[in-house]
C-alpha cells in the first residue's frame, strides 16, 4: 500500500535563509508525487509534479524538489526563504494500487519565516 | 477565472441537522473529489467521481452521501451532522486520470463547518 510520511511537522528559518522539507514514500509502483502548499484560509495549491520524466523537478516560486528512488524521498527546497513562504506543506503520492485518481497525503509541514 | 467554488464558506449546524454542501468546476474536468482536513492528519478522501454518472467511496465515507449532479457539480451530503464531523471540507477537480499518470488536482477555498 501507498503511504507519505512528511518527516517534520513544523520546520522554522529566517527570512534569506535556505528551506528543506522533507517527505518519504512508499509505493509499490512507479509513483506520481506532488508537493502542494496551502496558506491560511486557502485551498491547496501545486508546486510541482513528479513524473519521472526527471529527478530534479522545478516548481513555483523557487521550489525544487529531488526525487531518489533508492532513498524513497522526495524532499522539498528553497535556496531563500521569503517571508510569503510561510505556509502548510503537503506531499503527496498517488494511490496507483487503484484505476483512480486518488492521491494520499502527508500529514503536513507548517514552515514558518522569521524576519 | 474561478476554477472551484464551494459554497458556503462557513458554516454551523445542531448535532442531528442535515446540510449540503455544494461544489462546482468551470475547467471542464472529468473527475471530481472531496476530502475533509484535519488537524496533524492532512486530508483525506471522503468520496470521489472520476466521471460524470459514476462515484466511489474513499477513505472515510461513513456518514456522507454524495450526488454528481453534472460534468460541473459535486455536492456532499450529511445526512444527521455529528460533533466528530467538525472539520474543513475541500473539493477538489482533475483532468482526467490515466493509470499512472496523475493530473495536479485544482482545490476550492474550503467550507468550514462546525457541528456543536
Redesign the interface.
Known amino acids: 500500500a501507498q503511504s507519505v510520511t512528511q518527516l517534520d511537522s513544523h520546520v522554522s528559518v529566517s527570512e534569506g535563509t535556505p528551506v528543506l522539507l522533507r517527505c518519504n514514500y512508499s509505493s509499490s509502483y512507479s509513483p506520481s508525487l506532488f508537493w502542494y502548499v496551502q496558506h491560511p484560509n486557502k485551498g491547496l495549491q501545486l508546486l510541482l509534479k513528479y513524473t519521472s520524466a526527471a529527478t530534479l523537478v522545478k516548481g513555483i516560486n523557487g521550489f525544487e524538489a529531488e526525487f531518489k528512488k533508492s532513498e524513497t524521498s522526495f524532499h522539498l527546497t528553497k535556496p531563500s526563504a521569503h517571508m510569503s513562504d510561510a505556509a502548510e506543506y503537503f506531499c503527496v503520492v498517488s494511490d496507483s494500487s487503484s484505476n483512480t485518481g486518488k492521491l494520499i497525503f502527508g500529514q503536513g509541514t507548517t514552515l514558518q519565516v522569521k524576519p | 477565472n474561478a476554477g472551484?467554488t464551494q459554497t458556503p464558506k462557513f458554516q454551523v449546524l445542531k448535532t442531528g441537522q442535515s446540510m449540503t454542501l455544494q461544489c462546482a468546476q468551470d475547467m471542464n474536468h472529468n473527475?471530481m473529489?472531496w476530502y475533509r482536513q484535519d488537524p496533524?492528519?492532512?486530508?483525506?478522501?471522503i468520496y470521489?467521481s472520476?466521471s460524470e454518472g459514476t462515484t466511489?467511496k474513499?477513505e472515510v465515507p461513513n456518514g456522507y452521501n454524495v450526488s454528481r449532479l453534472n460534468k460541473r457539480e459535486f455536492s456532499l451530503r450529511l445526512e444527521s451532522a455529528a460533533p466528530s464531523q467538525t472539520s474543513v471540507y475541500?473539493c477538489?477537480s482533475?483532468t482526467s486520470?490515466s493509470?499512472?499518470?496523475?493530473?495536479?488536482?485544482?482545490?476550492?477555498?474550503?467550507t468550514r463547518l462546525s457541528i456543536l
Open positions: 472551484v473527475s473529489y496533524g492528519m492532512g486530508l483525506r478522501l470521489y472520476a466511489d474513499g475541500f477538489a482533475e486520470y493509470r499512472g499518470q496523475n493530473q495536479p488536482q485544482h482545490f476550492g477555498d474550503g
